[in-house]
């Protein structure tokens, strides 16, 4: 099973893959237990601040999700895959002490 860092090294290269819109900036994965304790990857998709609103729909998102998913379960890892969509701005903000 992968590595938190492994995971993050691996979703990295594939922004190559996904659309040029919206940006992805960078991944935060984080290996926890769900709701109901199973174990899981929160994927955190970090786009860029400045994309704008009308970017941020389900057709556009999409296909990143998919492919997220796809790579972590294409490797067969046990934890289910959680994949969630912010901006970078709204990321920190939610995530400073």
């Known amino acids: ?8 090294k691996r979703l990295t290269a594939l922004k190559r893959k996904l659309p040029p819109s919206p940006r992805v900036v960078r991944f935060v994965v984080e ?3 769900d709701h109901v304790g199973e174990p899981s990857l929160f994927i955190w998709i ?10 941020l729909t389900h057709a556009k998102l999409a296909p990143i999700d998919q ?3 796809a790579e972590i ?15 970078e701005a709204e ?5 400073q002490v």
């Open 73 to 87: 379960m294409g490797r067969k890892d046990p934890r289910f895959p959680h994949v969630l969509f912010r901006t």
């Open 46 to 55: 970090l786009l860029d601040s400045n994309t704008p609103r009308g970017e």
């Open 67 to 69: 492919a997220v998913t």
């Open 91 to 95: 990321h920190l903000e939610l995530t």
């Open 1 to 8: 099973m992968d590595t938190v860092a492994q995971i993050e």
């Open 31 to 33: 290996d926890r237990p």
